[in-house]
Structure formats: C-alpha cells, structure tokens
C-alpha cells in the first residue's frame, strides 16, 4: 500500500512557476512509476508526465513539454512537477500516482494509488 500527498499548489499569474511535490509513504518508493496528471473542472482526467522508478525514463504530454520538468529523489520519498511558462488552461487539481512498473506508464487507468490532488490555478 502506497498512500500519496500533493503539495505546492496555489494562484499564480500566467508566466509564472510552480512547483508541485509528491511525497510518498512506504519504503519501496523506488519500486514505483509514478506519474502527474491534472482534471480541470468539468474535463476527463489528462496525462501530465511521468517518470520511470530509476528516473531514468520519462514522459510529457504534449501540451506540457518544454515548460514542465518531472523528477523524483527516492531517497525522499519524493515526485516533483516543476512548471513554468504557465499558461489560463493550466488551471486544474494535479494529482500524482504510483504503480508498481518496470517501465513508464502514461495510462491512468494503469495506476494503482493516488493523491488527492492539489489545486493549481493559473491567472491571466
């Protein structure tokens, strides 16, 4: 059992940065693929990034490369979304989640644990 906590949301000015961070419970964090994902109000949810266990391999979603950097150091505990260059339609709840992977996984439907989220809204 994995049990996730988002933080580092909040209001920020279009242009500006955040950075969201993930912190996980248990001690096989570095068993996990984790990944970010975000749900705006009235939306279906959307891939964001996504990182294998080492960090070794990563993923982006389309909208987001160039301006979002996923990490993680497992011996933390810890995933972070670095976001800049934000942007209105940023505006959602991010929520990280883990399964247990050897490879990257992009699919929600794949992950096994999740946060509760954090609220990241974006003004123009």
């Known amino acids: 059992q994995v049990q996730l906590v988002e933080s580092g949301g909040g209001l920020v000015q279009a242009g500006g940065s955040l950075r969201l961070s993930c912190a996980a419970s248990g001690r096989t964090f570095s068993s996990y693929a984790m990944g970010w994902f975000l749900q705006a109000p009235g939306k279906a949810r959307e891939f964001v990034a996504a990182?294998?266990?080492?960090?070794?391999?990563?993923s982006y979603a389309d909208p987001v490369k160039g301006r979002f950097t996923i990490s993680r150091d497992n011996a933390r505990n810890t995933v972070y979304l670095q976001m800049n260059s934000l942007k209105p339609e940023d505006t959602a709840v991010y929520s990280c989640?883990?399964?247990?992977?050897?490879?990257?996984?992009?699919?929600?439907?794949?992950?096994?644990?999740w946060g509760r989220g954090t609220q990241v809204t974006v003004s123009s």
């Open positions: 989640a883990a399964v247990l992977s050897t490879t990257v996984v992009v699919t929600a439907e794949r992950y096994a644990y």
């Open positions: 990182t294998s266990r080492s960090g070794g391999r990563i």
